[in-house]
């Protein structure tokens, strides 16, 4: 079975503190696309990122980083001295193999305070 | 940037009432999208693969009869739903990548649905 659990429902922070959103996954499948989305309360998607299994390699873009470790089937993503404009729902999400359909997390509520 | 468009973006009906929602690629062609379903505070469920040109692919659970789905040309795919009751209240978003296997898959804004 595929699947995606991401453990925390809801995070809360004050600005400026550092939080990390994890994101554990099953799969059998050895190629597979990994993807982060934040939903704000508007409700439209945006994307964050997209890894696929064959590339481990930590990934930061500006105040975001992700880690992947295949080892233990996690894909975990990091705000660095987080905003009020982070406040959303984080989806972590699985791409099977051939196929670009997405099995999505149960999703961390982010709330950041001033 | 590839945009992936919804109409309506809210609809309220009444219980029997069959609702279309339309999901439109705005920019690119699109042989595939994607139909997610997700209920308040909840996570987005695939229920369907839509694709051009042929009958749609849906997701263990998912009625057939009950959402009809039928990908009318390479940038529009259209949701039915039909005899919609409360229960099938929910936000409905289709997604759609530029290419198959693309880097990024693009989401509309999704479609607020209550049935009274």
């Known amino acids: 079975a595929q699947k995606v659990t991401q453990a925390q429902t809801e995070i809360s922070v004050v600005e400026k503190e550092d939080v990390t959103l994890d994101c554990v996954y099953e799969t059998r499948d050895t190629t597979y696309y990994l993807f982060w989305y934040k939903q704000p309360p508007s409700g439209e998607l945006v994307f964050l990122i997209r890894?696929?299994?064959?590339?481990?390699q930590n990934e930061i873009s500006g105040r975001y980083s992700w880690n992947f470790q295949k080892s233990t089937s996690s894909f975990n993503f990091t705000i660095t001295a987080s905003q009020v404009v982070d406040s959303a729902v984080y989806f972590c999400a699985l791409s099977p193999y051939n196929t670009d359909k997405l099995i999505f997390g149960t999703g961390t509520r982010l709330q950041v305070f001033p | 940037g590839a945009v992936v468009s919804q109409h309506p973006s809210w609809v309220i009906c009444k219980s029997g009432t069959s609702v279309k929602i339309e999901c439109r690629s705005l920019d690119f062609q699109a042989t595939t999208m994607f139909w997610y379903r997700q209920f308040p505070k909840q996570s987005l469920m695939l229920m369907a693969t839509s694709n051009e040109g042929s009958k749609a692919t849906y997701e263990q659970g998912v009625e057939k009869d009950k959402f009809l789905i039928n990908h009318a040309s390479l940038t529009l795919s259209t949701l039915t739903v039909t005899s919609a009751h409360p229960e099938d209240s929910s936000f409905y978003i289709c997604?759609?990548?530029?290419?198959?296997?693309?880097?990024?898959?693009?989401f509309g804004p999704g479609t607020r649905l209550t049935v009274l």
């Open positions: 997604s759609a990548p530029r290419t198959p296997g693309a880097d990024e898959q693009f």
């Open positions: 890894r696929n299994s064959f590339d481990e």
